[in-house]
C-alpha cells in the first residue's frame, strides 16, 4: 500500500488524478486513521476480545480493504477500502505488539527491548517482500492487481497466524472484561457518538462542507485532541498512584517528541514518494522500489541494535533524541538534493539511500523502544490500550505531516521540518535526566 498509493492518486489516466498536495494529505490521513484506531483497538483487546482474537478480527477486516480497493469501481471503493484497512490495522497493530510483551512478560528490559527489535526485523522481512512485487505489479500491470495482491499476501498471513503454536498458548483473555454496568454505558455512548456524527455530515453536507480538504483538516484536530485527552484521563486516574503518574508524565514527554519524528518519517509514503518520481535516477528501477530501502536497512540494522541493547544500557530519553537528531538530519540532507532537482535534473539514487539509512537508524533507536516503554509503563491491565496511545504519536505526526506537506514542497519543507527535528532532539538530550528520573522514581 505505502509503495503504490500516493502514485495512484495522482495517476490522472488509472488512479483518481488527484493533485499532488491533496494526495500527500490524503496519504497522511490514512496513515495517521491507520496509527488512530490503534487506541479502540487496544481497548477492544483490553476489555472485550484478548490480544489474539482482536488481532484476528483486524486482518479479516484488512483484507476486505484491499478487496475493496483491487474492484476499481471509482473513489466510492477506493475510500470504503481505505477506511476498512486503516480499521483493520488498528485492531492489528498495538495487539500483535502486545502478544509479543506477553509472550517475554518475564524478561528484564535488556530482553524484551531485543525482542522488540526482532519482532521489527521481522515485519519489515515481509514489508520488503510485500513492497517489491506489489510496487512491480502495479508499475507493470495496473494499480488494482497491486491491491488485489495485497489482499492475498493478506489472506496467508491470516492463515499463518491461526496456526501458530507458540501464539495459541498465550492468554487470550480480556485483561479487564466489561461489567454490565459499562456494557450499557457503552451502548448508550455509542448510540451518542452515531447520531451526531450523522447530524454533522447532514450539515456539512447542507452547508457545503463536506469537502475532502475540509474532512482532512478536521480529522487532523482529531488526531491532535485525542491524544491530549487521554493523557489528561490518564493523569486524573484516582488509582494510578505518584510512580505510575511519574511514568505517564515521562512518556507525555516522550510521545510529544515521537509526534515530531513521525511528521517526518511517514512522508516517505507520500511526499518523498512523488518526489522520487519526478527528480530520481531510479536506474532503471521501477520508482516503487525506492520504498524497499527502508525495510532492507531495518533487516540489516534490526538484529545488531538488538544486540547493542543486550550489552549497552542507553535510556530511552537518550535513544528518542538519538532518533529525533537523525531524522531531522536525513530532511536537511533531502533539502540539498532537492535544491539541486531543478527543472528536469534528475539526481543520484544515493541522496535517498542516505534519507533512508538515517532514518531507518532513527527508527529503531526511537520506535522499539516507545514500544517496550509502553508496556513498561502501562497501568494493570491497559497493556494493549497504552501501545496503542504510543501508535497515536505516529497519528498524530502523519496527519499534522501530511497537512504541512500539503502547504509546502521540495526544500522549504525538508529544511523546516529538518530543523524542527533537529531542535527538538537537542531538548530531548538536555531533558534526558529528568525524564529518566521520572521513569524510574
Same mark, same amino acid.
Given at each position: 500500500?505505502?509503495?503504490?498509493?500516493?502514485?495512484?492518486?495522482?495517476?490522472?489516466?488509472?488512479?483518481?488524478?488527484?493533485?499532488?498536495?491533496?494526495?500527500?494529505?490524503?496519504?497522511? @490521513?490514512?496513515? %495517521?486513521?491507520? $496509527?488512530?484506531?490503534?487506541?479502540? &483497538? =487496544?481497548? #477492544? +483487546?483490553?476489555? *472485550?476480545? !484478548?490480544?489474539?482474537?482482536?488481532?484476528?478480527?483486524?486482518?479479516?477486516?484488512?483484507?476486505?480493504?484491499?478487496?475493496?480497493?483491487?474492484?476499481?469501481?471509482?473513489?466510492?471503493?477506493?475510500?470504503?477500502?481505505?477506511?476498512?484497512?486503516?480499521?483493520?490495522?488498528?485492531?492489528?497493530?498495538?495487539?500483535?505488539?502486545?502478544?509479543?510483551?506477553?509472550?517475554?512478560?518475564?524478561?528484564?528490559?535488556?530482553?524484551?527491548? @531485543?525482542?522488540? %527489535?526482532?519482532? $521489527?526485523?521481522?515485519?519489515?522481512? &515481509? =514489508?520488503? #517482500? +510485500?513492497?517489491? *512485487?506489489? !510496487?512491480?505489479?502495479?508499475?507493470?500491470?495496473?494499480?488494482?492487481?497491486?491491491?488485489?495482491?495485497?489482499?492475498?499476501?493478506?489472506?496467508?498471513?491470516?492463515?499463518?497466524?491461526?496456526?501458530?503454536?507458540?501464539?495459541?498458548?498465550?492468554?487470550?483473555?480480556?485483561?479487564?472484561?466489561?461489567?454490565?454496568?459499562?456494557?450499557?454505558?457503552?451502548?448508550?455512548?455509542?448510540?451518542?457518538?452515531?447520531?451526531?456524527?450523522?447530524?454533522?455530515?447532514?450539515?456539512?453536507?447542507?452547508?457545503?462542507?463536506?469537502?475532502?480538504?475540509?474532512?482532512?483538516?478536521?480529522?487532523?484536530?482529531?488526531?491532535?485532541?485525542?491524544?491530549?485527552?487521554?493523557?489528561?484521563?490518564?493523569?486524573?486516574?484516582?488509582?494510578?498512584?505518584?510512580?505510575?503518574?511519574?511514568?505517564?508524565?515521562?512518556?507525555?514527554?516522550?510521545?510529544?517528541?515521537?509526534?515530531?519524528?513521525?511528521?517526518?518519517?511517514?512522508?516517505?509514503?507520500?511526499?518523498?514518494?512523488?518526489?522520487?518520481?519526478?527528480?530520481?535516477?531510479?536506474?532503471?528501477?521501477?520508482?516503487?522500489?525506492?520504498?524497499?530501502?527502508?525495510?532492507?536497512?531495518?533487516?540489516?540494522?534490526?538484529?545488531?541494535?538488538?544486540?547493542?541493547?543486550?550489552?549497552?544500557?542507553?535510556?530511552?530519553?537518550?535513544?528518542?533524541?538519538?532518533?529525533?537528531?537523525?531524522?531531522?538530519?536525513?530532511?536537511?540532507?533531502?533539502?540539498?538534493?532537492?535544491?539541486?532537482?531543478?527543472?528536469?535534473?534528475?539526481?543520484?539514487?544515493?541522496?535517498?539511500?542516505?534519507?533512508?539509512?538515517?532514518?531507518?537508524?532513527?527508527?529503531?533507536?526511537?520506535?522499539?523502544?516507545?514500544?517496550?516503554?509502553?508496556?513498561?509503563?502501562?497501568?494493570?491491565?491497559?497493556?494493549?490500550?497504552?501501545?496503542?496511545?504510543?501508535?497515536?504519536?505516529?497519528?498524530?505526526?502523519?496527519?499534522?505531516?501530511?497537512?504541512?506537506?500539503?502547504?509546502?514542497?521540495?526544500?522549504?519543507?525538508?529544511?523546516?521540518?529538518?530543523?524542527?527535528?533537529?531542535?527538538?532532539?537537542?531538548?530531548?538530550?538536555?531533558?534526558?535526566?529528568?525524564?529518566?528520573?521520572?521513569?524510574?522514581?
Amino acid at each position: 500500500m505505502r509503495a503504490v498509493l500516493a502514485l495512484f492518486l495522482v495517476d490522472r489516466v488509472h488512479g483518481l488524478g488527484m493533485s499532488s498536495g491533496t494526495a500527500t494529505a490524503l496519504v497522511g @490521513a490514512y496513515l %495517521s486513521a491507520c $496509527y488512530f484506531t490503534a487506541l479502540p &483497538g =487496544g481497548w #477492544v +483487546a483490553d476489555r *472485550l476480545l !484478548g490480544a489474539r482474537r482482536a488481532a484476528l478480527l483486524g486482518g479479516v477486516v484488512i483484507l476486505l480493504g484491499h478487496v475493496s480497493l483491487a474492484l476499481d469501481l471509482g473513489a466510492a471503493t477506493v475510500y470504503t477500502g481505505l477506511v476498512l484497512v486503516a480499521l483493520g490495522t488498528g485492531l492489528q497493530k498495538p495487539n500483535m505488539t502486545a502478544l509479543v510483551g506477553k509472550l517475554f512478560a518475564d524478561r528484564d528490559d535488556r530482553e524484551r527491548d @531485543a525482542a522488540y %527489535s526482532n519482532f $521489527y526485523a521481522s515485519i519489515n522481512f &515481509g =514489508g520488503l #517482500v +510485500a513492497t517489491l *512485487l506489489v !510496487g512491480w505489479l502495479g508499475v507493470t500491470f495496473g494499480w488494482s492487481i497491486a491491491f488485489g495482491a495485497a489482499a492475498v499476501g493478506m489472506g496467508l498471513s491470516l492463515i499463518v497466524f491461526v496456526l501458530s503454536g507458540g501464539l495459541r498458548s498465550v492468554d487470550d483473555q480480556p485483561a479487564r472484561p466489561l461489567t454490565r454496568q459499562e456494557t450499557v454505558r457503552l451502548r448508550k455512548w455509542m448510540l451518542l457518538c452515531t447520531c451526531a456524527a450523522v447530524v454533522l455530515v447532514l450539515l456539512a453536507t447542507l452547508t457545503g462542507g463536506l469537502t475532502l480538504p475540509h474532512c482532512l483538516t478536521a480529522f487532523t484536530v482529531l488526531a491532535v485532541l485525542v491524544p491530549v485527552g487521554y493523557f489528561v484521563k490518564l493523569l486524573r486516574r484516582t488509582d494510578l498512584g505518584d510512580r505510575g503518574r511519574s511514568g505517564i508524565k515521562a512518556y507525555a514527554w516522550l510521545f510529544a517528541s515521537a509526534v515530531v519524528f513521525w511528521c517526518i518519517y511517514d512522508l516517505a509514503a507520500s511526499n518523498v514518494q512523488l518526489f522520487a518520481s519526478e527528480h530520481v535516477d531510479m536506474m532503471g528501477l521501477p520508482v516503487t522500489w525506492q520504498a524497499a530501502m527502508n525495510p532492507v536497512l531495518i533487516i540489516l540494522l534490526a538484529g545488531v541494535l538488538a544486540v547493542v541493547w543486550q550489552r549497552v544500557s542507553v535510556s530511552a530519553p537518550a535513544k528518542f533524541a538519538t532518533g529525533l537528531l537523525l531524522c531531522g538530519v536525513s530532511f536537511l540532507l533531502l533539502s540539498v538534493a532537492a535544491a539541486r532537482a531543478v527543472g528536469d535534473v534528475r539526481i543520484s539514487l544515493l541522496w535517498l539511500v542516505g534519507l533512508y539509512f538515517l532514518q531507518t537508524l532513527g527508527e529503531l533507536f526511537l520506535s522499539p523502544t516507545g514500544l517496550s516503554l509502553s508496556h513498561k509503563l502501562a497501568p494493570a491491565g491497559m497493556g494493549s490500550q497504552l501501545a496503542g496511545l504510543f501508535f497515536l504519536s505516529a497519528s498524530a505526526g502523519d496527519a499534522i505531516g501530511g497537512q504541512v506537506a500539503s502547504r509546502l514542497d521540495g526544500v522549504s519543507l525538508y529544511s523546516t521540518l529538518g530543523t524542527l527535528a533537529v531542535l527538538v532532539g537537542l531538548g530531548m538530550a538536555l531533558a534526558t535526566p529528568r525524564i529518566r528520573a521520572l521513569i524510574e522514581s
